[in-house]
């Protein structure tokens, strides 16, 4: 099972939204609505995000949005923060209790 | 709340075994949930390991399951990964979290800190 490609950078100014995609497959994102997003600051670890495509687990700020159309998913990022520069991994369910990451992107704000 | 930790040597040589212990506490691995293994080497994405349930169930990514194992010991509330015969692509970052998975859905919700795990002679 081949990495969902993602966008190795973004980037956008303080209060703008940027969108970051994550492509995959038939196979992965595009069959199951099982997406979900990390935010990795360096050298920590990752942190959930965003799951089953759109859900927020509690105490991520609604900022943070996803969705998804055939076999790609999107993460938006609203009202840009300092603090939201981070890189950001996909990832979905692959069927048959598997899943892949996708390669990152790393979310820069000007 | 729950909190997990990895722990293990950080320097491995080839071909040996990667073996490393993650640690939960706050939660009773008995009580549910499956708990997994990813890795990220140094500047590259996160890969996922394998993951196992309280009763032993465990599932892996096919490109690792010829060299890897993972176990439980719920009377320690760990579970552990091996990995044999690495070489330098297993110079990894590698996270212990859990895994909420219940056939429907697949994430990590909670992780540790990770552990930085060279392989060289």
């Known amino acids: 099972q081949s990495a969902l490609t993602q966008p190795p950078s973004a980037s956008g100014s303080p209060g703008q939204s940027v969108t970051i995609s994550c492509t995959g497959t038939?196979?992965?994102?595009?069959?199951?609505?099982?997406v979900s997003w990390y935010q990795q600051h360096p050298g920590k670890a990752p942190k959930l995000m965003i799951y089953?495509?759109?859900k927020r687990p509690s105490g991520v700020p609604d900022r943070f949005s996803g969705s998804k159309s055939g076999n790609t998913a999107s993460l938006t990022v609203s009202g840009l923060q300092a603090e939201d520069e981070a890189d950001y991994y996909c990832?979905?369910?692959?069927?048959?209790?598997?899943?892949?990451f996708g390669g990152g992107t790393k979310l820069t704000v000007l | 709340q729950v909190q997990l930790q990895e722990s293990g040597p950080g320097l491995v040589k080839p071909p040996e075994t990667l073996s490393l212990i993650c640690t939960v506490s706050?939660?009773?691995?008995?009580?549910?949930?499956?708990w997994g293994w990813i890795r990220q080497p140094p500047g590259k994405g996160l890969e996922w390991i394998g993951s196992?349930?309280?009763?032993?169930?465990?599932f892996y990514n096919p490109s690792l399951k010829s060299r890897v194992t993972i176990s439980v010991d719920t009377s320690k509330n760990q579970f552990s990964l091996r990995l044999n015969s690495v070489t330098a692509a297993d110079t990894a970052v590698y996270f212990c979290?859990?895994?909420?998975?219940?056939?429907?859905?697949?994430?990590?919700?909670?992780w540790g800190r990770g552990t930085l795990v060279t392989v060289s002679s």
């Open positions: 038939s196979s992965d994102v595009g069959g199951y609505n099982y």
């Open positions: 706050g939660y009773s691995i008995s009580s549910g949930y499956y």
């Open positions: 979290a859990r895994h909420p998975y219940t056939g429907s859905s697949w994430y990590f919700d909670l």
């Open positions: 990832s979905s369910y692959a069927g048959s209790n598997k899943g892949v």
């Open positions: 089953d495509v759109s």
């Open positions: 196992i349930y309280h009763s032993g169930s465990t």
